[in-house]
């Protein structure tokens, strides 16, 4: 009989983070992302990095658009999941709506930051805001 060694996850002293308050601020988030997808062994499928880069874009979009203009973004990783974070400085929960096919006034976003998590929790805080927290499986 073979002994199996569970998948390891390079470890980290502190979760990455980056914050962002402007436009600007979305594809840099993409790319902290990336990078910290990269730098994860074992090694995440290039599709899975770019799930975890659109999930990332989502999320920080909606807090720039509708939860104050300003979000904290936190990545860590487990052997099992890669666990996102995004606090903003309002407290009202995400909503679903029919998105604009033709106006351009959104409704893809949480759907999409939804939609590859195996769980997603919303919890009040810090300060005023909310944290929204996907957890996406590796």
Do not use: C
């Not at 600007?24 to 730098?39: K, M, P, S, T």
Request: hydrophobic share 40%.
């Amino acid at each position: 009989m073979t002994d199996m060694v569970p998948p390891h996850t390079k470890a980290s002293a502190a979760p990455t983070v980056a914050e962002g308050d402007s436009p600007a601020g979305i594809a840099r988030a993409r790319n902290v992302a990336r990078a910290f997808a990269e730098g994860l062994d074992p090694a995440q499928a290039p599709e899975a990095t770019e799930t975890l880069a659109l999930a990332v874009s989502e999320l920080a979009t909606n807090a720039l658009r509708h939860d104050g203009g300003r979000y904290t973004l936190e990545l860590e990783a487990t052997a099992g999941a890669i666990h996102i974070a995004v606090s903003d400085l309002k407290p009202a929960l995400p909503r679903e709506r029919a998105p604009d096919l033709n106006g351009g006034a959104g409704g893809f976003g949480w759907p999409m930051a939804r939609r590859p998590a195996s769980e997603v929790t919303i919890t009040p805080g810090p300060g005023p805001g909310k944290t929204t927290r996907v957890r996406l499986p590796r």
